[in-house]
Nanobody, 128 residues
Framework: QVQLVQFGGGLVQAGGSLRLSCAAS????????MGWFRQPPGKEREFVSA????????YYADSVKGRFTISRDNALNTVSLQMNSLKPEDTAVYYC?????????????????????WGQGTQVTVSS
């Protein structure tokens, strides 16, 4: 079974950048669609971005479109989220997640209930 371990995060000034990475163990990583979600303080976990198993389809929440970029490297069993032009409202605990169904549909990948395995979460704090 795939397990996900996250790296990165931390404190950054508004307008700055951070890169989050998620490393997977297991033999079937390349068959997983991958997503990033975040949970701001006092709020529900929300969709940020997703990428299909092949990397051919990528999706972004409107709130991060044009600022964040998702990528995956199946040879290294990693998925990353490059976050640029960060805003204080990006402050949250960020989670990577994997979906075994091989779907490429946005409506599916934007739902946290679609995912089968989750990383441990990492804090991103953006100061004003």
């Amino acid at each position: 079974q795939v397990q996900l371990v996250q790296f990165g995060g931390g404190l950054v000034q508004a307008g700055g950048s951070l890169r989050l990475s998620c490393a997977a163990s297991g033999r079937t990583f390349s068959s997983y669609a991958m997503g990033w979600f975040r949970q701001p303080p006092g709020k529900e976990r929300e969709f940020v971005s997703a990428i299909s198993w092949s990397g051919g389809s990528s999706y972004y929440a409107d709130s991060v479109k044009g600022r964040f970029t998702i990528s995956r490297d199946n040879a290294l069993n990693t998925v990353s989220l490059q976050m640029n032009s960060l805003k204080p409202e990006d402050t949250a605990v960020y989670y990577c997640a994997g979906d075994r169904t091989l779907t490429t549909d946005y409506n599916s990948l934007a739902r946290k209930s679609s995912y089968d395995v989750w990383g441990q979460g990492t804090q991103v704090t953006v100061s004003s």
